[in-house]
C-alpha cells in the first residue's frame, strides 16, 4: 500500500490488514476424528536439558551434511479432549543424543612429586595456559515430547496422597 501511494497510485483499492498485534489463528487439524489431535515437528537442538535436568551440548556438525541429529517432538494443539471429558497432555518419550563437553585437566605444580612409572600420557585437545583440555563424547538420555494423550480429570487424584484432616 505505501508504494502505491509512491508511485502516485488511488487508494480506492487499498488493501485491510490486521492488528499487526494480534496472534494468528490457530492450525487446523485435518485428520481422522481423535480425542487430541497433534502435530509433528522436527528440530535440530544444540542445547538440550537432559533427564537430570543439566544443559548438555548436543553435537550438530551440519556443514556439508556430514553429522546432524534430528528429533521428532509432538505437539498438542488444544488443551481440551474432543468425544471424551478431559485434557491433552504431552506424553513424553526417551531419546539418546550424543554430546559433548569440555574437560579441564589443571596443570601439575613443581612442587608435587611426580613418579614416572605411575604417571600416563594425557591427551589435550586444546592446551592453554589454564591447564589441559579434553574433550569428552557421550550419549545422554532426554525426555522430550513424544505423542498428546487424554487424561480424565479425576486420574492424577487417585494417585496423590492428600492429608486427609
Known sequence: MLYRAINGESAAGAERREDPGAA???PR?????TPCPARVEY????????????WR????????GYFTQTVEVTRCMQSR?????????????WLSLLV????HQPPHSPEEAVDSSSEKSVHCDANVSQG??????????FLVPGSCKCWRPDYFARYVRRNEL
Open 81 to 93: 479432549c474432543h468425544f471424551l471429558e478431559g485434557g491433552c497432555l504431552s506424553s513424553p518419550r
Open 29 to 33: 487439524y485435518e485428520g481422522p476424528p
Open 24 to 26: 494468528p489463528p490457530p
Open 100 to 103: 559433548a563437553e569440555l574437560h
Open 43 to 54: 528440530a535440530t537442538p544444540v542445547f538440550a536439558r537432559n533427564y537430570q535436568g543439566v
Open 132 to 141: 589441559c583440555y579434553q574433550v569428552r563424547l557421550y550419549y545422554d538420555w
Open 57 to 64: 551440548y548436543v553435537v550438530q556438525i551440519p556443514y556439508e
